[in-house]
């Protein structure tokens, strides 16, 4: 099976993907807290477009990121999980909500990102790069 399988909260929405993660993003924006109700979001970065629903299909609302282009955030509408956002600003990859996953083992961030708006108490990874928003190439 494909590292990327999984459902929401419900079940209402299953997805999968016959794709390898290119990375897993740890986000600490301001909108990734609110968007899921804690300190930051781990995000799996999978190629654009690959998940494939097998059960349900999320609803969307329609964010700004901080390049001011938009997100699109998809969750699914009876119990109210983020499955994934499609960040206009980087146009190689969707981003998957790790949670969700049926098996995270293999999940293991790579990346920081919007450390500049991260919760004090937070401790994060060692030898995991950081940066106060962006990476520089990245979204
Ligand atoms: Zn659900
Ligand atoms: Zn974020």
Redesign the pocket.
């Known amino acids: 099976m494909s590292k990327i399988s999984g459902s929401c909260l419900c079940g209402a929405v299953k997805y999968s993907a016959p794709v390898e993660p290119v990375v897993v993003a740890l ?1 600490h ?1 301001t ?2 807290q609110r968007q899921s109700g804690a300190a930051f ?1 781990v995000n799996v970065g999978i190629p654009k477009g690959s998940l494939q629903f097998s059960a349900g299909q999320p609803a969307t609302y329609q964010d700004t990121g901080g390049s001011g282009l938009p997100v699109y955030r998809h969750f699914c509408r009876d119990c109210g999980s983020p499955i994934f956002s499609d960040v206009v600003a980087s146009p190689q990859l969707d981003w998957l909500k790790a949670g969700t996953l049926t098996d995270t083992s293999w999940v293991k961030p790579a990346v920081i990102v ?1 450390c500049e708006s991260a919760q004090p108490w937070v401790a994060y990874p060692e030898g995991v790069p950081r940066f106060a928003r962006n990476p520089p190439a990245a979204a």
Request: aromatic share 16%.
């Open positions: 986000c924006c909108h990734c979001s919007w």
